[in-house]
């Protein structure tokens, strides 16, 4: 009866372990608006993975990096401002996707994709999450310092011989795949949540950046166990739990934190 | 005060050439027709007003812009050391100076500390980048930039966020590593005045070469008058009479004798 528990546990603990460090740079390089533009356009990547009958998270991937390219495209023409735009995408993918959600026979549970279901999560699914995070933390961990040179200054890195669009988009794809993975867990209303919250957490005791990836890390995944606790004995959802708990740590560490 | 190329640099071949090189951005021409040849050891400033192209041109020496026509000729196995005006970073990113420095590929302790006394930095070796003083921080970008042992520095407005005493010794600065590491130095500056005993050679810049040649006779110089000489000096002397203190390396104000 327990392991359906820490089954959830577990999938908690990966997700947290590996949104600390990936959400340092979406911290870091203010892509917070994208990281959820990325996650809204998830649905509509479910949409279409079910319309086209292929696999779910690779359909995900597909849209989030679609959503990302036309961003991209977009952003080169420079007459409307980022934040706009990514409103666009993010609201229209969202929109669209339901939209197409309502002609697949609806045999799916829109609230577990908007809102997670944790508790509801299968092997095949976790193991989806615990390749994808293995990815992540493998390009995170060989490329930690071309990332944050790039991140830094992208035109020294380029002058210093890093590769940077190649970066640029390694960054993307591997913020795509987590988005994926870890939509069951927090569900894409939510996601972003544990990769900003964790990591601004941290940022009120780290001296390094690796400090701060680490701190956001264990402040996940500390939010996780409390979140999923906390939905144990208070019967609430458990994605929402989770966050909330990110939440509380941060407001602790903004009152404890280092004089700067 | 003559000032004369590095011995070393005669008969040699040019370290960094630009043939007839134009640019434009969405329509609009930044750069008409711009030749220039910087030979080995020698000091060339970029002058001229903003949005006179001066930032695009060294981007495009760099190599980080392609130019729309003409080409950019850098001699073979000549790395380049750049400094930027500033980092993309605020205090969202906790990164010690030491840290910051190591980015840099193949560096080691040993030559991190050389490097930054070298610039007159040491003390802030173990400091908070984001803590750092305008002149600090353009010391331990020119850290960053010698550390790749470079054939020729660029440096974009090395003395940007620096009060007028801390500029005159920073472009000492950069005279005696020219000196100390025979490399080239292309910058961008603003003040012709102060550059001047620095300098092998000012062009003098608004979206084509006005007029080049020696300091003294780029200042003499009919078209540089017209530029500089009367709205230039007005603005320049509103500037200077702007403070009634200048800040020393440690961030103390400190209180000009003269006043305002």
């Known amino acids: ?260 | 005060m003559i000032t004369t190329s590095h011995p070393e640099s005669h008969n040699t071949a040019p370290v960094l050439t630009l043939r007839s090189v134009g640019f434009s951005a969405s329509g609009r021409e930044i750069l008409h027709n711009i030749s220039l040849s910087i030979a080995p050891g020698q000091i060339v400033t970029l002058i001229g007003p903003n949005g006179a192209g001066k930032t695009t041109l060294i981007k495009i020496a760099m190599g980080l812009l392609k130019p729309d026509s003409g080409n950019v000729q850098l001699q073979p196995g000549t790395r380049i050391g750049y400094m930027p005006q500033r980092l993309q970073m605020e205090a969202t990113i906790p990164l010690r100076v030491d840290r910051f420095l190591g980015l840099a590929p193949g560096t080691d302790r040993a030559s991190i500390s050389g490097t930054l006394k070298e610039v007159g930095a040491s003390h802030v070796l173990n400091s908070n980048v984001a803590s750092l003083s305008g002149g600090e921080l353009q010391r331990v970008l020119l850290a960053r930039a010698l550390l790749r042992n470079p054939g020729l520095l660029v440096l974009d407005e090395p003395t940007q966020g620096v009060d007028l005493k801390g500029q005159a010794e920073l472009y000492n600065l950069i005279t005696r590593i020219r000196d100390r590491h025979h490399c080239s130095v292309l910058m961008v500056s603003h003040d012709l005045h102060l550059v001047m005993s620095s300098t092998d050679e000012v062009i003098c810049l608004n979206q084509h070469v006005c007029c080049h040649g020696h300091p003294e006779q780029v200042g003499n110089d009919p078209i540089y008058l017209e530029m500089f000489g009367r709205k230039g000096v007005e603005a320049m002397a509103l500037y200077t009479h702007h403070h009634n203190h200048h800040h020393d390396l440690t961030g103390d104000i400190v209180r000009d004798p003269k006043g305002s």
């Open chain 1, 1 to 260: 009866m327990l392991s359906f528990v820490l089954f959830a546990i577990l999938a908690g603990l990966i997700l947290a372990l590996v949104a600390g460090p990936l959400g340092c740079f979406i911290v870091w390089r203010r892509m917070a608006y994208f990281g959820d533009t990325l996650a809204h356009s998830a649905l509509l990547g479910i949409a279409m993975g079910l319309l086209a009958d292929i696999n779910l998270q690779i359909a995900v991937v597909l849209a989030c990096l679609l959503i990302a390219f036309a961003l991209l495209g977009l952003e080169q023409r420079k007459t409307l401002a980022t934040d706009t735009l990514l409103g666009i995408l993010a609201h229209s993918s969202l929109a669209l996707g339901l939209v197409m959600l309502s002609f697949t026979d609806n045999r799916i549970d829109l609230m577990a994709y908007l809102f997670g279901d944790l508790l509801a999560i299968s092997t095949a699914e976790l193991l989806w999450l615990a390749g994808g995070s293995l990815m992540t933390l493998v390009v995170l961990l060989l490329k930690w310092n071309e990332l944050l040179s790039l991140t830094l200054h992208p035109e020294l890195a380029h002058v210093e011989g890093l590769d940077t669009s190649r970066l640029r988009i390694m960054l993307l794809l591997i913020m795509a795949l987590m988005v994926a993975v870890s939509m069951k867990i927090v569900g894409v209303l939510l996601i972003t949540s544990l990769l900003i919250i964790p990591p601004a957490t941290a940022r009120h005791y780290a001296t390094s950046p690796e400090q701060m990836a680490l701190g956001a890390s264990v402040a996940g995944m500390l939010s996780v166990i409390g979140g999923i606790t906390a939905s144990w004995y208070l019967d609430t959802p458990p994605g929402p739990s989770i966050v909330t708990t990110a939440a509380l740590l941060f407001i602790l560490s903004h009152l404890t934190r280092r004089p700067v």
